[in-house]
T-cell receptor, first 117, second 114 residues
Framework: GAVVSQHPSRVICKSGTSVKIECRSL??????MFWYRQFPKKSLMLMAT?????????EQGVEKDKFLINHASLTLSTLTVTSAHPEDSSFYIC?????????????FGPGTRLTVL | AQSVTQLDSQVPVFEEAPVELRCNYS??????LFWYVQYPNQGLQLLLK??????LVESINGFEAEFNKSQTSFHLRKPSVHISDTAEYFC????????????FGTGTQLKVEL
């Protein structure tokens, strides 16, 4: 089956620093990847849709200059949290859609736990 | 705009008992429906999905869900749960032609006890 990986799985950083999270589709090409944020005991909130070779589409209320998304290849998308602050601490999950499939299933990565001190 | 409601935030159940996790959706167009399961500190795994055809869909580990268009529901059921089924379950909807955007419910914590 389709596998999506995320790196790192866990990161702790100081306030004011930037953190990059990678999302890779391991055995398929993903023209579209999605970035979600999940707060404790809450549902997933879609942050942005990342399309290979073009600018990401951000959801309302998500700061695009704060959360930089790059989708440079068909198997890699990155999310950079710039000048991170404690309120950015969260569980970030990416998903990818297999370009070969006609349905709209998304395959999810294992998530990245970000803690900003 | 599409939306998903999971009325039960927590469902405690004894092992080997049946369980139903409720999911209702709202959409002005046809939809695809999904159930995902999330174990602690992990990402989401697809449990089952309804795209078209038979309204009853099944997973490999004994779960099933039935798409009911008139009631706009997609409830998840299992006739006999196991301790290992303890997890968070999310219902999600995607509007056909809606650009692949998934909308999730708030999740239901299934806790299976001995």
């Amino acid at each position: 089956g389709a596998v999506v990986s995320q790196h790192p799985s866990r990161v702790i950083c100081k306030s004011g620093t930037s953190v990059k999270i990678e999302c890779r589709s391991l055995d398929f090409q993903a023209t579209t990847m999605f970035w979600y944020r999940q707060f404790p005991k809450k549902s997933l909130m879609l942050m942005a849709t990342s399309n290979e070779g073009s600018k990401a589409t951000y959801e309302q209320g998500v700061e695009k200059d704060k959360f930089l998304i790059n989708h440079a290849s068909l198997t890699l998308s990155t999310l950079t949290v710039t000048s991170a602050h404690p309120e950015d601490s969260s569980f970030y999950i990416c998903s990818a859609r297999d370009a070969r499939l006609a349905d709209n299933e998304q395959f999810f990565g294992p998530g990245t736990r970000l803690t900003v001190l | 705009a599409q939306s998903v409601t999971q009325l039960d935030s927590q469902v405690p159940v004894f092992e080997e008992a049946p369980v139903e996790l409720r999911c209702n959706y709202s959409s002005s167009v046809s939809v695809y429906l999904f159930w995902y399961v999330q174990y602690p500190n992990q990402g989401l795994q697809l449990l089952l999905k309804y795209l078209s055809g038979s309204t009853l869909v099944e997973s490999i580990n004994g779960f099933e869900a039935e798409f009911n268009k008139s009631q706009t529901s997609f409830h998840l059921r299992k006739p006999s749960v196991h301790i290992s089924d303890t997890a968070e379950y999310f219902c999600a909807v995607n509007e056909r032609g809606g650009g692949n955007k998934l909308t999730f419910g708030t999740g239901t914590q299934l806790k299976v006890e001995l």
